[in-house]
């Protein structure tokens, strides 16, 4: 078609539309030759519901409000609408699809009876390239609806931090809430045979030898605060030899007292007072009383350890935008570890889990700012539970090793500590390897797993600089966490 061909724009406004079009805001510096630009336009009229766009449509029209309002919303992946804004009158609308070549990120439908002028592809570009006045105010436009917009997808990602953050929470809380809970019962069962123990002892009389062997023995037990620390084959040889020794003696339930006792390293030699001066069935009872004692304060101890976790998740979420910004302190991995198996002991039991420990002597601290190593034991260990099968196997090792540090030019070397959680459950199938490390993915039952611990457990080692891999299958699945012994 000929220029001369082409009707002028001027000509097919009427002045009815100009007045209307210079009362929109967007063009209210154009000059009305500018305005008359947008004569071609086709006027529309939309009842309340109608869409002029759909999510994920391809985008082929410009629009014009002229009355009337629009309400711009997402529909997310769980079908819900979250509302980005409402577009009163004088708004433009789709011209940023049009600029990227991008199909709508929104849906916009009329809440309102309203009036539009609609532009298709050919019209938009005609009038973005002869007319830079209206080119100017469309742009304007869009950068400032692109800034608000860009607020609003701001504080959804912040709410959705919150709500991850909150799930990952409740996650965290129930093993320590569980844990206080259960000692507590634990506790009371504890004092009420201890109470009947000392009824038992009250009506005999006690020489001043078998008063004095169980003060020794109490003043023994109450000088250990926490369990000893011990790899799995020294702990099961001394419960072992300790359980093997009471049954010579007839005690009642030697196989339940030994662990107890062998936890706060108590040998048979250290009984052997007791074995002299309580003939017959009160030496049962004064091993009872004793392991009921034991008991006790490492029940106290697992309470304390409880509140502790849970005062320090809370402190956790106080501090979450701040997170490795606090003073330097030193961490024993090994203790972390440890009180972690504490909090989860119920478990491991439950199952009859066969618990492997291989804890390095001698392993230096760890000095970091930041917090939440109990959170990466806790999530990668609660999972390896949930993984084998009854009586299953664990294994746990902890060692130090030297690295050449690949961001230093010079020969200079690392040191790491090493941390490898291993089970012999069933692997992670090779289909979801590439994803166990994606928030909420898991390949856990519905209702049983929130897919919420890997990712929790990367971004806290990634926070002390560190690594966290793993190999995994049928029979063999080893999660290896190095974190530089100091940070740069």
């Given at each position: 078609?000929?220029?001369?061909?082409?009707?002028?724009?001027?000509?097919?406004?009427?002045?009815?539309?100009?007045?209307?079009?210079?009362?929109?805001?967007?063009?209210?510096?154009?000059?009305?030759?500018?305005i008359r630009c947008l004569g071609d336009a086709?006027?529309?009229?939309?009842?309340?519901?109608?869409?002029?766009?759909?999510?994920?449509?391809?985008?082929?029209?410009?629009?014009?409000?002229?009355?009337?309002?629009?309400?711009?919303?997402?529909?997310?992946?769980?079908?819900?609408?979250?509302?980005?804004?409402?577009?009163?009158?004088?708004?433009?609308?789709?011209?940023?699809?049009?600029?990227?070549?991008?199909?709508?990120?929104?849906?916009?439908?009329?809440?309102?009876?309203?009036?539009?002028?609609?532009?298709?592809?050919?019209?938009?570009?005609?009038?973005?390239?002869?007319?830079?006045?209206?080119?100017?105010?469309?742009?304007?436009?869009?950068?400032?609806?692109?800034?608000?917009?860009?607020?609003?997808?701001?504080?959804?990602?912040?709410?959705?931090?919150?709500?991850?953050?909150?799930?990952?929470?409740?996650?965290?809380?129930?093993?320590?809430?569980?844990?206080?809970?259960?000692?507590?019962?634990?506790?009371?069962?504890?004092?009420?045979?201890?109470?009947?123990?000392?009824?038992?002892?009250?009506?005999?009389?006690?020489?001043?030898?078998?008063?004095?062997?169980?003060?020794?023995?109490?003043?023994?037990?109450?000088?250990?605060?926490?369990?000893?620390?011990?790899?799995?084959?020294?702990?099961?040889?001394?419960?072992?030899?300790?359980?093997?020794?009471?049954?010579?003696?007839?005690?009642?339930?030697?196989?339940?007292?030994?662990?107890?006792?062998?936890?706060?390293?108590?040998?048979?030699?250290?009984?052997?007072?007791?074995?002299?001066?309580?003939?017959?069935?009160?030496?049962?009872?004064?091993?009872?009383?004793?392991?009921?004692?034991?008991?006790?304060?490492?029940?106290?101890?697992?309470?304390?350890?409880?509140?502790?976790?849970?005062?320090?998740?809370?402190?956790?979420?106080?501090?979450?935008?701040?997170?490795?910004?606090?003073?330097?302190?030193?961490?024993d991995i090994n203790e972390s570890i440890h009180?972690?198996l504490v909090i989860l002991a119920h478990k491991?039991?439950?199952?009859?889990?066969?618990?492997?420990?291989?804890?390095?002597?001698?392993?230096?601290?760890?000095?970091?700012?930041?917090?939440?190593?109990?959170?990466?034991?806790?999530?990668?260990?609660?999972?390896?539970?949930?993984?084998?099968?009854?009586?299953?196997?664990?294994?746990?090792?902890?060692?130090?090793?030297?690295?050449?540090?690949?961001?230093?030019?010079?020969?200079?070397?690392?040191?790491?500590?090493?941390?490898?959680?291993?089970?012999?459950?069933?692997?992670?199938?090779?289909?979801?390897?590439?994803?166990?490390?994606?928030?909420?993915?898991?390949?856990?039952?519905?209702?049983?797993?929130?897919?919420?611990?890997?990712?929790?457990?990367?971004?806290?080692?990634?926070?002390?600089?560190?690594?966290?891999?793993?190999?995994?299958?049928?029979?063999?699945?080893?999660?290896?966490?190095?974190?530089?012994?100091?940070?740069?």
């Amino acid at each position: 078609m000929n220029q001369k061909d082409v009707p002028r724009i001027e000509d097919t406004m009427t002045d009815v539309l100009l007045a209307r079009l210079r009362g929109v805001s967007i063009l209210s510096a154009v000059p009305d030759t500018e305005i008359r630009c947008l004569g071609d336009a086709r006027e529309m009229r939309l009842p309340e519901g109608e869409f002029i766009a759909k999510q994920g449509e391809v985008a082929h029209f410009f629009w014009i409000l002229l009355s009337g309002e629009m309400r711009i919303y997402q529909t997310m992946p769980d079908g819900h609408e979250m509302i980005m804004g409402t577009a009163p009158a004088g708004t433009a609308l789709g011209e940023l699809p049009l600029l990227s070549n991008t199909p709508y990120a929104t849906s916009v439908r009329a809440t309102k009876p309203c009036e539009v002028l609609q532009f298709d592809e050919q019209q938009f570009w005609d009038m973005m390239k002869s007319c830079p006045n209206v080119r100017q105010a469309i742009l304007g436009n869009m950068a400032d609806r692109f800034q608000k917009f860009q607020s609003v997808i701001v504080q959804q990602e912040k709410m959705a931090s919150l709500g991850t953050l909150a799930a990952g929470l409740m996650h965290e809380l129930n093993n320590p809430g569980a844990a206080a809970v259960r000692a507590a019962a634990q506790l009371r069962e504890n004092l009420m045979r201890m109470h009947k123990l000392t009824a038992k002892f009250s009506k005999s009389k006690m020489s001043d030898e078998q008063k004095q062997c169980m003060f020794h023995l109490q003043e023994y037990a109450l000088a250990k605060e926490r369990p000893l620390r011990m790899n799995s084959l020294e702990q099961s040889d001394a419960e072992e030899a300790l359980a093997e020794w009471m049954e010579t003696a007839n005690i009642e339930d030697a196989w339940k007292l030994a662990p107890t006792l062998v936890a706060i390293g108590m040998t048979s030699g250290d009984l052997e007072c007791a074995r002299m001066e309580f003939p017959g069935p009160f030496f049962s009872d004064a091993l009872n009383w004793l392991e009921a004692l034991v008991s006790s304060m490492q029940l106290v101890g697992t309470i304390e350890e409880s509140i502790g976790r849970v005062s320090d998740l809370v402190k956790a979420v106080k501090s979450y935008a701040y997170e490795g910004k606090g003073q330097k302190q030193s961490v024993d991995i090994n203790e972390s570890i440890h009180a972690t198996l504490v909090i989860l002991a119920h478990k491991l039991r439950e199952k009859q889990i066969t618990l492997e420990k291989d804890f390095a002597t001698g392993l230096p601290v760890l000095q970091t700012e930041c917090s939440g190593l109990n959170q990466i034991w806790t999530n990668i260990l609660d999972n390896a539970i949930d993984a084998v099968d009854q009586g299953g196997r664990i294994r746990i090792r902890t060692w130090e090793d030297t690295l050449a540090d690949a961001k230093s030019s010079a020969s200079k070397t690392r040191h790491y500590l090493c941390i490898t959680i291993a089970d012999d459950g069933p692997g992670i199938p090779t289909e979801s390897q590439a994803r166990i490390f994606d928030p909420f993915y898991t390949t856990k039952p519905v209702g049983v797993g929130t897919g919420l611990g890997l990712g929790i457990v990367q971004r806290i080692v990634e926070q002390y600089g560190g690594t966290v891999t793993f190999a995994s299958q049928p029979g063999n699945t080893e999660f290896r966490i190095r974190l530089p012994r100091e940070r740069d």
